[in-house]
């Protein structure tokens, strides 16, 4: 685990740990749903993007980049958090009012 951080540094590193827990859980969507009927795909596809988006940031701090690879990785970060924005978003919509987006 050392070595992993020391080579990736620490926010890769999560990243990884947080990609991987998105995979797993949408891998897991056949039992999960099965077994107790938990549909489990969103949400696992929602971590994995965010996980992505972590990455990302993780690449830009690391090696401090300048110019249009910056832009290009800070649009495809801001592109891959819109899903946790968005659960964000609606969770505080579900506290204020009590009810679903849709509902």
């Known amino acids: 685990m050392k070595r992993l ?8 590193t999560a990243s990884f740990f947080v990609m991987g827990i998105g995979i797993i859980l949408f ?3 056949p039992l999960f749903y099965g077994q107790w009927g938990i549909d ?9 993007t965010t996980g992505v988006a972590i990455l990302l940031i993780g690449i830009i701090c690391r090696n401090k980049l ?5 832009v290009i990785l800070a649009i ?4 891959m958090s819109i899903p946790i924005i968005m659960l964000i978003v ?12 849709g509902s």
């Not at 951080?5 to 890769?12: T, Y």
């Not at 300048?66 to 910056?70: I, L, N, T, V």
């Not at 495809?76 to 592109?79: Q, S």
């Not at 609606?90 to 987006?101: F, M, V």
């Open 5 to 12: 951080v020391e080579k990736f540094g620490k926010v890769i």
């Open 27 to 29: 891998l897991l969507t």
């Open 40 to 48: 489990t795909d969103l949400i696992g596809l929602t971590i994995l």
């Open 66 to 70: 300048h110019g249009w690879k910056f």
């Open 76 to 79: 495809l970060a801001g592109i």
């Open 90 to 101: 609606t969770s505080i919509i579900y506290l204020i009012t009590g009810k679903p987006i």
